[in-house]
């Protein structure tokens, strides 16, 4: 793949290095030619100093034939200008925005741009740690929708299938972990004790969800 990067601060630097070590060719743009100073003496990519959103600097790091284009600049407006140019003028079909407002991140989601909310992202990565609320999380996504939770379950659910609670509870069963080893089950696995449960929720989700799971199952076993 030949992706095009604009920003090579520390996110877009780490990013460059990263797709050249996987075997990929970058070429980096910065309006700033000291930020190039980041990506170290065995980049091997191209760099090109000037704006993300100009024509011929766009071109110049082989835009036409990019498969794949990130806005990290340290500025919404360049990154999202930057990101449509890249996939309304020149086609690139994977296109990425950083956003540090999260109310804008969510306009260019439904223009089918997606973006990285980082100052929500990182604000609520920040605050589970501070505040736990009971549930352990392991994971959340970018736009912070989704998350993977350790969900508590009651007793009764031993020996029912793992369809009957994510029937139950409406949700989805991310894996089980079961004697220290991460399993994906399927609707017929059945819960065994000890068993501890994982499963998708969003926020809104969280209490309905560890209601049903941390009570007996409705008619028993």
Same mark, same amino acid.
């Given at each position: 793949?030949?992706?095009?990067?604009?920003?090579?601060?520390?996110?877009?630097?780490?990013?460059?290095?990263?797709?050249?070590?996987?075997?990929?060719?970058?070429?980096?743009?910065?309006?700033?030619? #000291?930020?190039?100073?980041?990506?170290?003496?065995?980049?091997?990519?191209?760099?090109?100093?000037?704006?993300?959103? #100009?024509?011929?600097?766009?071109?110049?790091?082989?835009?036409?034939?990019?498969?794949?284009?990130?806005?990290?600049?340290?500025?919404?407006?360049?990154?999202?200008?930057?990101?449509?140019?890249?996939?309304?003028?020149?086609?690139?079909?994977?296109?990425?925005?950083?956003?540090?407002?999260?109310?804008?991140?969510?306009?260019?989601?439904?223009?089918?741009?997606?973006?990285?909310?980082?100052?929500?992202?990182?604000?609520?990565?920040?605050?589970?740690?501070?505040?736990?609320?009971?549930?352990?999380?392991?994971?959340?996504?970018?736009?912070?929708?989704?998350?993977?939770?350790?969900?508590?379950?009651?007793?009764?659910?031993?020996?029912?299938?793992?369809?009957?609670?994510?029937?139950?509870?409406?949700?989805?069963?991310?894996?089980?972990?079961?004697?220290?080893?991460?399993?994906?089950?399927?609707?017929?696995?059945?819960?065994? #004790?000890?068993?501890?449960?994982?499963?998708?929720?969003?926020?809104?989700?969280?209490?309905?969800?560890?209601?049903?799971?941390?009570?007996?199952?409705?008619?028993?076993?």
């Amino acid at each position: 793949m030949h992706v095009v990067i604009m920003g090579c601060g520390r996110v877009g630097s780490t990013l460059a290095l990263s797709l050249e070590q996987r075997g990929h060719s970058v070429a980096v743009i910065d309006s700033d030619a #000291d930020a190039f100073r980041r990506l170290g003496g065995d980049f091997t990519g191209a760099t090109v100093t000037g704006i993300g959103f #100009d024509r011929d600097v766009l071109l110049s790091a082989g835009i036409e034939r990019a498969d794949a284009f990130a806005a990290v600049s340290s500025g919404d407006n360049s990154n999202i200008i930057s990101a449509r140019v890249a996939r309304e003028t020149f086609g690139v079909e994977r296109v990425v925005a950083r956003i540090y407002d999260p109310k804008r991140a969510e306009v260019y989601e439904r223009l089918g741009i997606p973006t990285v909310a980082t100052v929500r992202w990182t604000a609520d990565r920040m605050l589970r740690h501070l505040v736990p609320e009971g549930n352990v999380e392991i994971w959340r996504d970018p736009t912070s929708t989704v998350s993977i939770m350790e969900i508590p379950m009651h007793p009764d659910w031993i020996g029912r299938s793992v369809g009957d609670l994510e029937a139950h509870s409406g949700t989805r069963l991310a894996y089980l972990m079961r004697f220290g080893l991460a399993m994906l089950p399927t609707e017929s696995t059945v819960i065994q #004790d000890g068993d501890l449960a994982f499963m998708l929720v969003t926020d809104e989700m969280v209490a309905s969800v560890t209601k049903v799971t941390g009570s007996a199952p409705e008619g028993g076993h």
